[in-house]
Nanobody, 117 residues
Framework: QVQLVESGGGLVQPGGSLRLSCTTS????????MGWYRQAPGKQRDLVATMAPLGTTNYADSVKGRFIISRDNAKNTVYLQMNSLQFEDTAVYYC???????????WGQGTQVTVSS
């Protein structure tokens, strides 16, 4: 059974930082591209950052220079370090795993990030 479990969300003031984690099980983690997406109320789910199996990264323009995606293949975990958080970063953040070989896609259940003063 495939599971993606996000953690690390919460309430933070503008300018603050959070680190999200997504721990996976049931997949060959080092064969999967991993990504973080977010969905604000009433909006579509948007890409935040992705990391390919060999480490190539991609970021949404709105988070470049503030967020960093990383992965630890030994721990089957992908991280999202979020710095200089802004009100507009408030959303539910989802972890996504996509296989570069089979095309399978899996999502986590999401973790809420709220930026508020």
């Amino acid at each position: 059974q495939v599971q993606l479990v996000e953690s690390g969300g919460g309430l933070v003031q503008p300018g603050g930082s959070l680190r999200l984690s997504c721990t996976t099980s049931g997949i060959r983690f080092n064969m999967y591209g991993m990504g973080w997406y977010r969905q604000a109320p009433g909006k579509q789910r948007d890409l935040v950052a992705t990391m390919a199996p060999l480490g190539t990264t991609n970021y949404a323009d709105s988070v470049k220079g503030r967020f960093i995606i990383s992965r630890d293949n030994a721990k089957n975990t992908v991280y999202l370090q979020m710095n200089s958080l802004q009100f507009e970063d408030t959303a539910v953040y989802y972890c996504k795993a996509n296989s570069f070989t089979s095309g399978h896609i899996y999502w986590g259940q999401g973790t809420q990030v709220t930026v508020s003063s």
